[in-house]
């Protein structure tokens, strides 16, 4: 003897699989977003890094904070120069 599953354990399950499916979906993208914006960052502070070794030679530094880190990780080499224009025009 089998036992007999009811109908609307049916759906509920169904139903309940449905929203655990777009709940995750829902989760899952700010966590890529997040990981993003981690990573440009990560990568701009190397490079904020790299450039203070080397730059270093000719008195030029920048500092390495959250804003410097994110502007050069997500605009790469025209971000540094920006940053390094700004520094020398204000002083």
Do not use: C, D, H, W
Not at 47 to 72: C, D, E, H, Q, R
């Amino acid at each position: 003897m089998m036992p007999e599953i009811e109908l609307n354990v049916v759906v509920a399950a169904i139903f309940g699989l449905f929203m655990l499916y777009y709940v995750g979906r829902m989760l899952v993208t700010p966590a890529r977003i997040v990981a993003r914006v981690l990573l440009t960052g990560v990568v701009g502070i190397v490079v904020l890094f790299v450039f203070n070794l080397v730059a270093g030679i000719f008195s030029l530094n920048i500092g390495i904070n959250a804003v410097t880190a994110l502007v050069v990780g997500y605009m790469g080499l025209p971000g540094l120069v920006m940053l390094v224009a700004v520094q020398k025009l204000l002083g």
